[in-house]
């Protein structure tokens, strides 16, 4: 028998429907809704507000974070609650460069960001050069999360650090973090963090040529990003993560080492965050350390737990329906909405241990046996 | 890691230095023993759970261990397969491999495969899984992200599948099998690894009579080839797979021997066949 090719078995990874759904999704998210942003005119009823784009566009950006989350928690059995700290570095390496692009339009007319002004700098911290290429920044994007992933995971990982103990320490990870960006001196704008965006390589960042890039990159990524998990957990690699899940010291002593394959599918997990992170900042305008705050990677567990753990679409669904219900609640009753969050994640706790997908699941199987 | 390396490296060329003819990676079987205990100690808080316990394996040996609760046996096993560290004392697979610097996966690659006293499958996989997962292959994880199962590989699954009788569960996941069922699964997983010396910590409990009678069957018909240690209270069982009795005791050896002459030893009845 002939090898198979190894792009023919990442296609293949994906079943039909599979394919038919991301195809769906793909002509949705990438031809209608941006036709119906900037082609149909705003007093139509088809017309999508840019309010609309930007919220799915934001949406989908934590749907990236809650697969990633889910390859990690949901596949592989490690609860991380630290995982908002690999989404905001993305976040800032690529503010740093739309910091940049902001030129001298600032309030102080200078070459440096406002806050470095304000803090009487005179010139850019070391860490900031190159910030003004947009690949150097993209390369800030991919290394930095996944740098940071690799460093923690391989010390948690080597000292065999797990369950509760590693979700503690995330939260002290991210926490950290957040403290340190919130100092004015670390060069990142202290608690305001980077905002009033202007560009994106010379072109307007509020045109909606520009916001429908975005928006369609961002759906790109998260469909690619499914794809890519789809093949992981089909994979010889993703059995080895679930025995993991299942059975550790077993894992081990029919040879395999976890050690590396804990540490791929962490740093992965940190890679895709940080993509996110980066596709968020300019969608929203805005990143600052409270997106490292422990409270925001507990919210990302909520959406796998809410979708489904260990499904792939499922955390997409949580990461929609809890962000859905966010932007609902803090407009209608503002108050209510962490009552409505822990509520919501007890319910699924108690009753939904598989979460919607798994409630789906369980309707189809009754559906199909009466 | 670094260190593990060097230090079989350089036992290597001790070795050859003073005239073994060795294939790196083989196990050394020039003087028929494949595990070699010297004086193992382990303590817990203070308890001697093994002391100075001595024992050699012969290559191809089937050798069962009896002795009552607490006596070690487990931790034995423990010791020999990197879980628990000994404290002092030596440990050597064959003549040269030196079991006290490897890690867990490290031993299992060399050749000792190990099945545990309760059952552990992985219950979220299928049965084909749990056996594709043990096969002997390399194991490492950029490997396996671009593994594929091939017909000789899926062939090896099948023709184990059909050896524990678990062919006609092949899909289910494991945890929904029965427990001698399990039992069976994890011996499939151990010979999937074809490993050279294989430890099994009471592979029949919960088994009926007639499933431990044909484990006993597949046993036998393994030794010579690998080398077994049964860990196991079923007496009949014992008497069934033949081969060199010991009784261990308090973390050492108390008896060793046939089974009849270990059965008609004084001290053996008072610790543990006369109470
Ligand atoms: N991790 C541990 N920490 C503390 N004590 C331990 C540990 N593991 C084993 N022991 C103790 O060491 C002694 C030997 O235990 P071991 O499990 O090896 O016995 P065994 O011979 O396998 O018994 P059984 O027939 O009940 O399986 C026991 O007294 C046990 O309580
Ligand atoms: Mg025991």
């Given at each position: 028998m002939?090898?198979?090719?190894?792009i023919?078995?990442?296609?293949?990874?994906?079943?039909k429907?599979?394919?038919?759904?991301?195809?769906?999704a793909a002509?949705?998210?990438?031809?209608l809704?941006?036709?119906?942003?900037?082609?149909?005119?705003?007093?139509?009823?088809?017309?999508?507000?840019?309010?609309?784009i930007t919220?799915v566009?934001?949406?989908m950006?934590?749907?990236?974070?809650?697969?990633?989350?889910?390859?990690?928690?949901?596949?592989?059995g490690?609860?991380?609650?630290?995982?908002g700290?690999?989404?905001a570095?993305?976040?800032y390496?690529?503010?740093?460069?739309?910091m940049?692009?902001?030129?001298?339009d600032?309030?102080?007319?200078?070459?440096?960001?406002?806050?470095m002004?304000?803090?009487?700098?005179?010139?850019?911290?070391?860490?900031?050069?190159?910030?003004?290429?947009?690949?150097?920044?993209l390369?800030?994007v991919?290394?930095?999360?996944?740098?940071?992933a690799?460093?923690?995971g391989?010390?948690?990982?080597?000292?065999?650090?797990k369950g509760?103990?590693?979700?503690?320490?995330?939260?002290?990870?991210?926490f950290?973090?957040?403290?340190?960006?919130?100092?004015?001196e670390?060069g990142?704008?202290?608690n305001?963090?980077?905002?009033?965006?202007?560009?994106?390589?010379g072109h307007?960042?509020?045109?909606?040529?520009?916001?429908?890039t975005?928006?369609?990159?961002?759906?790109?990524?998260?469909?690619?990003?499914?794809v890519?998990?789809?093949?992981?957990?089909t994979?010889?690699?993703?059995?080895?993560?679930?025995?993991?899940r299942?059975?550790?010291?077993?894992?081990?002593?029919?040879?395999?080492n976890?050690?590396?394959?804990?540490?791929?599918?962490?740093?992965?997990?940190?890679?895709?965050?940080?993509?996110?992170?980066?596709?968020?900042?300019?969608?929203?305008?805005?990143?600052?350390?409270?997106?490292?705050?422990?409270?925001?990677?507990?919210?990302i567990a909520?959406?796998?737990?809410?979708?489904g753990?260990?499904?792939?679409?499922?955390?997409?669904?949580g990461?929609?329906?809890?962000?859905?219900a966010?932007?609902?609640?803090?407009?209608?009753?503002?108050?209510?909405?962490?009552f409505f969050?822990?509520?919501?994640?007890?319910v699924?706790t108690?009753?939904?241990?598989d979460?919607?997908?798994?409630?789906?699941r369980?309707?189809?199987?009754?559906?199909?046996?009466? | 890691m670094?260190?593990?390396?060097?230090?079989?490296?350089?036992?290597?060329e001790d070795?050859?230095?003073?005239g073994h003819?060795?294939?790196?990676?083989?196990?050394?079987?020039s003087?028929?023993?494949?595990l070699?205990l010297?004086n193992?100690?382990?303590?817990?808080?203070?308890f001697?759970?093994l002391n100075?316990?001595s024992?050699?394996?012969?290559?191809?040996?089937?050798r069962?261990?009896?002795?009552?609760?607490?006596?070690?046996?487990?931790?034995?096993?423990?010791?020999?397969?990197?879980?628990?560290?000994?404290?002092r004392?030596?440990?050597?697979?064959?003549?040269t491999?030196?079991?006290?610097?490897?890690?867990e996966?490290?031993?299992?690659?060399?050749?000792i495969?190990?099945?545990?006293?309760?059952?552990?499958?992985?219950?979220?996989l299928?049965?084909?899984?749990?056996?594709e997962l043990?096969?002997?292959?390399?194991?490492?994880?950029r490997?396996?992200?671009?593994?594929?199962?091939?017909?000789?590989a899926?062939?090896k699954?099948?023709?184990?599948?059909?050896?524990?009788?678990?062919?006609?569960?092949?899909?289910?996941?494991?945890?929904?099998?029965?427990h001698?069922q399990k039992?069976?699964?994890e011996?499939?997983?151990?010979?999937?690894?074809d490993?050279k010396?294989?430890?099994?910590?009471?592979?029949?409990?919960?088994?009926?009579d007639?499933?431990?009678?044909?484990?006993?069957?597949?046993?036998k018909?393994?030794?010579?080839?690998?080398?077994?240690?049964?860990?196991?209270?079923?007496?009949?069982?014992?008497?069934?797979?033949g081969g060199?009795?010991?009784?261990?005791?308090e973390?050492?050896?108390?008896?060793?021997?046939?089974?009849?002459?270990?059965q008609?030893?004084?001290?053996?009845?008072?610790?543990?066949?006369?109470?």
């Amino acid at each position: 028998m002939s090898r198979t090719p190894f792009i023919v078995r990442f296609l293949g990874a994906t079943p039909k429907q599979g394919w038919i759904a991301i195809a769906i999704a793909a002509a949705i998210t990438l031809v209608l809704l941006p036709a119906l942003h900037l082609l149909v005119p705003a007093s139509s009823p088809f017309h999508v507000s840019a309010y609309v784009i930007t919220l799915v566009g934001k949406i989908m950006c934590y749907a990236i974070v809650a697969v990633a989350m889910d390859l990690i928690w949901g596949y592989t059995g490690i609860l991380s609650l630290g995982h908002g700290v690999f989404f905001a570095l993305g976040g800032y390496a690529f503010g740093m460069y739309l910091m940049r692009q902001i030129g001298r339009d600032g309030s102080y007319q200078s070459d440096l960001p406002d806050f470095m002004v304000f803090l009487d700098w005179k010139a850019l911290p070391w860490y900031w050069t190159g910030s003004d290429s947009f690949l150097w920044s993209l390369l800030l994007v991919l290394v930095v999360p996944a740098l940071v992933a690799l460093v923690f995971g391989f010390f948690a990982f080597r000292s065999r650090i797990k369950g509760v103990y590693f979700s503690i320490i995330t939260q002290a990870l991210t926490f950290a973090a957040m403290l340190f960006f919130f100092r004015n001196e670390t060069g990142f704008g202290g608690n305001n963090g980077f905002t009033d965006f202007k560009r994106i390589l010379g072109h307007s960042i509020t045109a909606p040529e520009m916001r429908v890039t975005l928006f369609a990159l961002t759906a790109a990524m998260l469909l690619g990003t499914l794809v890519l998990g789809r093949y992981l957990v089909t994979s010889k690699f993703g059995r080895v993560l679930a025995a993991i899940r299942d059975a550790e010291s077993r894992v081990m002593f029919i040879g395999y080492n976890p050690l590396h394959y804990k540490l791929f599918i962490w740093t992965l997990s940190a890679l895709l965050c940080g993509i996110a992170g980066a596709l968020y900042v300019p969608q929203v305008g805005i990143i600052n350390p409270g997106e490292m705050s422990p409270a925001n990677s507990i919210e990302i567990a909520i959406w796998v737990a809410v979708g489904g753990r260990a499904t792939l679409v499922g955390p997409v669904l949580g990461a929609f329906i809890v962000n859905l219900a966010k932007s609902f609640f803090t407009v209608a009753f503002p108050e209510y909405w962490l009552f409505f969050l822990g509520a919501l994640f007890v319910v699924v706790t108690l009753w939904l241990p598989d979460g919607v997908v798994g409630l789906w699941r369980k309707l189809r199987n009754k559906g199909v046996a009466a | 890691m670094t260190a593990h390396t060097i230090d079989r490296e350089q036992a290597w060329e001790d070795s050859t230095s003073i005239g073994h003819p060795l294939v790196q990676g083989e196990v050394d079987l020039s003087h028929n023993v494949i595990l070699y205990l010297d004086n193992v100690t382990v303590s817990f808080d203070g308890f001697r759970a093994l002391n100075a316990l001595s024992l050699n394996i012969d290559a191809g040996e089937l050798r069962c261990i009896i002795g009552p609760n607490g006596a070690g046996k487990t931790t034995m096993m423990d010791v020999i397969t990197g879980k628990t560290r000994a404290d002092r004392g030596k440990l050597f697979f064959g003549q040269t491999i030196d079991l006290r610097r490897m890690t867990e996966a490290e031993i299992a690659h060399a050749g000792i495969g190990r099945k545990f006293q309760k059952p552990t499958v992985f219950e979220n996989l299928s049965v084909f899984e749990n056996l594709e997962l043990s096969m002997k292959m390399d194991k490492r994880a950029r490997v396996s992200l671009f593994a594929w199962l091939d017909d000789d590989a899926r062939d090896k699954v099948a023709d184990t599948l059909r050896l524990i009788r678990l062919d006609g569960e092949a899909g289910r996941p494991a945890g929904l099998l029965s427990h001698g069922q399990k039992q069976w699964l994890e011996i499939g997983m151990l010979l999937m690894q074809d490993p050279k010396l294989l430890l099994l910590d009471e592979p029949v409990a919960g088994m009926t009579d007639d499933e431990t009678a044909r484990t006993g069957e597949l046993f036998k018909s393994l030794a010579g080839k690998h080398s077994l240690v049964v860990v196991e209270h079923d007496m009949a069982f014992i008497e069934q797979l033949g081969g060199v009795v010991t009784v261990l005791h308090e973390g050492s050896v108390l008896a060793e021997g046939d089974l009849a002459t270990v059965q008609n030893d004084q001290r053996v009845i008072e610790v543990y066949l006369g109470r």
